[in-house]
């Protein structure tokens, strides 16, 4: 139970930190509505790479060499 809610929270991380990033951008730089959006997708993509590593499916780049 607890990897699972390490692996949802990994996730969850991902896109909210991205999503806040992005609307600080729009903010800053009255661009909105695509920072969120471009920085929700990135913080989406990284929080799936983060969830895929805590799970051991994808190997770390110092195991690979």
């Given at each position: 139970m607890a990897l699972g809610f390490r692996l949802s929270s990994e996730l969850v991380a991902g896109v909210l930190g991205?999503?806040?990033?992005?609307?600080?951008?729009?903010?800053?730089?009255?661009?909105?509505?695509?920072?969120?959006?471009?920085?929700?997708l990135v913080g989406f993509i990284a929080g799936v790479i983060?969830?895929?590593?805590?799970?051991?499916?994808?190997a770390k780049q110092s195991e690979r060499l």
């Open positions: 991205g999503a806040a990033l992005g609307w600080g951008f729009d903010r800053l730089l009255s661009t909105s509505p695509w920072g969120l959006i471009v920085l929700s983060n969830v895929m590593r805590a799970a051991g499916v994808m």
